[in-house]
T-cell receptor, first 109, second 115 residues
Framework: KNEVEQSPQNLTAQEGEFITINCSYS?????LHWLQQHPGGGIVSLFM???GKKKHGRLIATINIQEKHSSLHITASHPRDSAVYIC???????????FGTGTSLTVIP | DVKVTQSSRYLVKRTGEKVFLECVQD?????MFWYRQDPGLGLRLIYF???????EKGDIPEGYSVSREKKERFSLILESASTNQTSMYLC??????????????FGPGTRLTVT
């Protein structure tokens, strides 16, 4: 069973486009995380949120706890945004993460 | 800045060999994790540890063991490597959350090929 589902799996956009990646989860959570993985493997944390909305530069993350849904938005996309974006949740009990399978984003100049 | 390092970026081993993957973190984190990442499957938890000499099985522990003798170091051991263990292996660490959640910090990954 997949506790975390992401869509789309793959996304190609033109530079400058507004991008949305969606994440749905099925368990009670203490937090939701958005992660970024560039080619080569390294994973970095973009956001950790448990309610509302967070913004960092051109990236915005929102979460709706009642609907068990989160979105990651990228405004004015740029080729350097090309990466795999991974949604993960920490359930109410324990310190583990449950991961989505990731969204591979390619931004074309 | 938290730093998580892994002993190798790329590793090629033969079937049946014993393989050691080492992970070191420098932020005094209690939790450490080993994942493998495969196309279409995402990150899957192999083992995690919340203290020295403590370990818990994750989702796919078969064929693997771990060792945590010091707080900063968490080793993943493939007792007898097989071709289906060819994968990207990622280590992560975090603070121990008694309530709420903490970020996980990831190492750069080790791409292991078993021939």
């Amino acid at each position: 069973k997949n506790e975390v589902e992401q869509s789309p799996q793959n996304l190609t956009a033109q530079e400058g486009e507004f991008i949305t990646i969606n994440c749905s989860y099925s368990v009670g959570i203490s937090a939701l995380h958005w992660l970024q993985q560039h080619p080569g493997g390294g994973i970095v944390s973009l956001f950790m949120l448990s309610s509302g909305k967070k913004k960092h530069g051109r990236l915005i993350a929102t979460i709706n706890i009642q609907e068990k849904h989160s979105s990651l938005h990228i405004t004015a996309s740029h080729p350097r945004d090309s990466a795999v974006y991974i949604c993960a949740v920490t359930p109410n009990t324990g310190n583990q993460f449950y991961f989505g399978t990731g969204t591979s984003l390619t931004v074309i100049p | 800045d938290v730093k998580v390092t892994q002993s190798s970026r790329y590793l090629v081993k033969r079937t049946g060999e014993k393989v050691f993957l080492e992970c070191v973190q420098d932020m005094d984190h209690e939790n450490m994790f080993w994942y493998r990442q495969d196309p279409g499957l995402g990150l899957r938890l192999i083992y995690f540890s919340y203290d020295v000499k403590m370990k818990e099985k994750g989702d796919i522990p078969e064929g693997y063991s771990v060792s945590r003798e010091k707080k900063e170091r968490f080793s993943l051991i493939l007792e007898s490597a097989s071709t289906n263990q060819t994968s990207m292996y990622l280590c992560a660490s975090s603070l121990l959350g008694t309530s709420g959640s903490y970020e996980q910090y990831f190492g750069p990954g080790t791409r292991l090929t078993v021939t």
